[in-house]
């Protein structure tokens, strides 16, 4: 495949597509593949046996592995189901994990015999660690000494993200509060304007994509997507000015996530999402109601 050819979605197994393209082509690899727990996909048999799941998973990891740059990073969302099993081929790959972040939400699935599930887990992989590309002013965030304390130590340009990310359906489009180094998204539900008409429900947020993004790839790096489904890394990938390629096993969502793109001019959206105050008032604290 040409370096033309990029900035498309290709219909078919991930697998054997991902076999097709140059080695190292990818900067950056982000994967939200299915969590083998039963989800109605279009086309997709989301119920396997745990043994076929996992000769299948090892499969798309050495795939994208393989695709993978010198310099490039792999982010992969996933369960609690298989996280561990994931984690272990990620190592045995020979990639590096820099982070295991746990994504934090609210909306969740509402269960009567077991603790209601609140989180998912986004493990950040590196090829090289002492080469690799990572950009902590693209995601910079308020520190408390800043928005609480208003401490002069504190670094006027804010501090990197905890590797936990709060969500909340609750909260505003914003990306983070200016008083907090929490990261409040609000998950896609159903009613939310940022969903969109692919027919596929297991929409991420962009703002999840938009932090990755800037964080590990510059403007006019290849951002890869093995499972593009609803073309949430694809579409945030061209409004930063990225190139960009998924693959898609269902016709149906493939179609929706073109449709999607064309919606979108490349480099709409290279502005920091929220810059850090250089200076942040005092929140005054509230006394306790006994």
């Known amino acids: 495949?040409?370096?033309?050819?990029?900035?498309?979605?290709?219909?078919?197994?991930?697998?054997?597509?991902?076999?097709?393209?140059?080695?190292?082509?990818?900067?950056?690899?982000?994967?939200?593949?299915?969590?083998?727990?039963?989800?109605?996909?279009?086309?997709?048999?989301?119920?396997?046996?745990?043994?076929?799941?996992?000769?299948?998973?090892?499969?798309?990891?050495?795939?994208?592995?393989?695709v993978l740059a010198?310099?490039?990073?792999?982010?992969?969302?996933?369960?609690?189901?298989?996280?561990?099993?994931?984690?272990?081929?990620?190592?045995a790959l020979g990639l590096t994990m820099r982070n295991w972040v746990v994504w934090h939400y609210t909306f969740g699935v509402n269960c009567s015999k077991k603790f209601n599930r609140s989180h998912a887990h986004i493990l950040y992989y590196v090829r090289d660690p002492k080469n690799h590309q990572f950009f902590p002013d693209e995601v910079r965030v308020p520190s408390a000494r800043m928005t609480t304390y208003a401490d002069k130590r504190?670094?006027?340009?804010?501090?990197?993200?905890?590797?936990?990310?709060?969500?909340?359906?609750?909260?505003?489009?914003?990306?983070?509060?200016?008083?907090?180094?929490?990261?409040?998204?609000?998950?896609?539900?159903?009613?939310?304007?940022?969903?969109?008409?692919?027919?596929?429900?297991?929409?991420?947020?962009e703002a999840v994509l938009d932090r990755v993004i800037r964080v590990a790839s510059k403007p006019g790096d290849l951002v890869l997507d093995p499972f593009a489904g609803s073309g949430t890394t694809l579409a945030v990938a061209k409004k930063l000015?990225?190139?960009?390629?998924?693959?898609?096993?269902?016709?149906?969502?493939?179609?929706?996530?073109?449709?999607?793109?064309?919606?979108?001019e490349f480099g709409e959206a290279c502005a920091p999402a929220r810059p850090v105050p250089a200076v942040a008032p005092v929140r005054k604290r509230q006394p306790l109601k006994r």
């Open 1 to 66: 495949m040409r370096k033309d050819e990029f900035n498309d979605v290709a219909e078919g197994d991930c697998v054997q597509v991902l076999n097709t393209l140059p080695a190292g082509c990818a900067d950056l690899v982000f994967a939200d593949p299915p969590f083998n727990i039963g989800y109605q996909y279009d086309v997709y048999d989301d119920k396997r046996a745990k043994a076929d799941y996992l000769t299948w998973t090892e499969k798309w990891l050495a795939a994208a592995v393989r």
């Open 70 to 91: 010198p310099h490039g990073s792999l982010f992969l969302a996933i369960g609690d189901e298989f996280v561990a099993e994931h984690k272990v081929r990620l190592d």
């Open 154 to 205: 504190a670094n006027p340009v804010g501090k990197l993200p905890d590797d936990t990310w709060v969500l909340r359906p609750q909260e505003s489009d914003a990306h983070f509060a200016p008083d907090s180094d929490t990261w409040h998204v609000p998950r896609i539900c159903g009613t939310f304007h940022e969903r969109n008409e692919a027919g596929h429900k297991c929409q991420m947020p």
């Open 241 to 264: 000015g990225r190139r960009y390629f998924g693959v898609e096993l269902s016709e149906q969502y493939a179609d929706g996530v073109r449709k999607r793109l064309q919606m979108i």
